[in-house]
């Protein structure tokens, strides 16, 4: 039987989690794991990836770093949270404002400390990134467009490290960042719709306050129109296995997306659009593993 004291600590640890969004930081460190083995280094023995310990200080840095951006974001968003996300936002207000700064600066710290071990390189590439993430959450997000941008700019970083750590320059992994690119920014937008009172009432200069829903939902409908080209090209000019089955799969669920999109009326239906996108982005990372099936078993040895 728990305490009071140790029931308090125990909402206090899922208070903490669900600020810093733990289940999607190890979503972002699966998808860098499975990217590098499956796209970035299909030649390497699969061991020497797995176990490399530069890839688990880039990884290990990312993590934290990406921590510590959810946690300044939510100390930015506090009051607007409130309104958007009562729920949850009763949940984080379990753990104090002070604490939060003070974990965001630590998580910042031994992502600083992650990279030194890497390289000169890698401290300013993590230090740039703490600061852009810093930077958005401060300003930029209020900014329409600019803000949606610079937050997909940020989502995809992680993976144009390790990108850049293998220095795999192949037109296909150009391709399947352009893709999930245009699913990211769509989501972000469609996250100005489903939070628009908040964002009213924190004087917020989003797309769909200042130009409107319909022309919120246009640019949307371009985005996913737009993530046709780079699923065209994965299909049928490069060889990515059996993850061709995804991509087909989300055009037809995209092309629902789109009609949904011009029904959608209220908040509730923009939170069902932004889960449809948030199940593309996190069925397509466990589809890496749809390029080669056997790929794991021919590089144990």
């Known amino acids: 039987m728990l305490t009071r004291k140790n029931k308090l600590l125990l909402f206090k640890l899922l208070s903490l989690f669900s600020v810093v969004r733990g289940y999607n930081i190890l979503m972002i460190t699966l998808a860098q794991y499975l990217a590098s083995i499956y796209i970035l280094s299909p030649d390497l023995p699969l061991r020497e990836v797995v176990f490399d310990i530069n890839l688990f200080l880039i990884v290990t840095a990312s993590a934290l770093a990406i921590a510590g951006g959810y946690i300044i974001n939510n100390f930015y968003d506090a009051e607007k949270d409130l309104i958007n996300k009562p729920t949850k936002s009763m949940l984080d207000r379990l753990v104090s404002q002070r604490f939060k700064l003070t974990t965001y600066f630590i998580l910042n710290f031994l992502a600083a400390v992650a990279a030194s071990y890497i390289s000169f390189r890698a401290v300013f590439f993590f230090s740039a990134y703490i600061f852009g993430i810093w930077l958005y959450s401060h300003k930029l997000k209020r900014i329409p467009f600019i803000g949606n941008l610079v937050s997909a700019s940020l989502a995809i970083a992680p993976f144009f490290v390790v990108f850049v750590y293998y220095a795999n320059f192949q ?59 780079p699923s065209l090209l994965l299909i049928n000019t490069f ?43 996190v069925a397509g990372v466990f589809s890496i593993l749809l390029i080669d099936v056997d790929l794991v078993l021919n590089r144990i040895l």
């Open 239 to 281: 060889d990515v296995g059996y993850m061709y089955l995804f991509f087909f799969a989300c055009i037809l669920l995209l092309g629902l997306f789109i009609i949904l999109l011009w029904k959608a009326s209220g908040k509730k239906h923009y939170v069902w659009l932004h889960n449809i996108l948030k199940f593309i982005i």
């Open 171 to 229: 037109t296909v992994i150009f391709v399947h960042a352009l893709f999930l690119f245009l699913l990211i920014l769509a989501r972000e937008m469609i996250k100005d719709l489903e939070n628009m009172a908040g964002d009213m009432a924190q004087n917020y200069k989003t797309i769909p306050i200042i130009y409107g829903v319909r022309i919120s939902k246009l640019i949307i409908g371009s985005l996913i129109v737009m993530t046709l080209i």
